[in-house]
Nanobody
Framework: QVQLVESGGGLVQPGGSLRLSCAAS????????MGWYRQAPGKQRELVAG???????NYADSVKGRFTISRDNAKNTVHLQANSLKAEDTAVYYC?????????WGQGTQVTVAS
């Protein structure tokens, strides 16, 4: 079992930035694929950004050039740097970890972009 705890969400004005963090309870990041998903009210959960165990990244088209995912295996932490935020980025952001055929989710952190 792996617990994931997200932090860093909050209220930000359009054009602003946030840095989300996801801390894993076990030292498995070096062999795990990690991802950030988001779910807005009335919409399906969608992949925002992913990073493989080897460091390969992928992004949703809607966030390319604005968001950056990174990992710190030594600290068992994955980050999502979100810049140039837009109102449509408002959602609950979830951290996801896949390892050994198992999948784990964090509890989510709210990001609200509004003036």
């Amino acid at each position: 079992q792996v617990q994931l705890v997200e932090s860093g969400g909050g209220l930000v004005q359009p054009g602003g930035s946030l840095r989300l963090s996801c801390a894993a309870s076990r030292n498995v990041l070096r062999i795990a694929a990690m991802g950030w998903y988001r779910q807005a009210p009335g919409k399906q959960r969608e992949l925002v950004a992913g990073i493989s165990s080897t460091g390969t990244t992928n992004y949703a088209d809607s966030v390319k050039g604005r968001f950056t995912i990174s990992r710190d295996n030594a600290k068992n932490t994955v980050h999502l740097q979100a810049n140039s935020l837009k109102a449509e980025d408002t959602a609950v952001y979830y951290c996801n970890l896949e390892v050994g055929g198992l999948e784990f989710w964090g509890q989510g952190t709210q990001v609200t972009v509004a003036s």
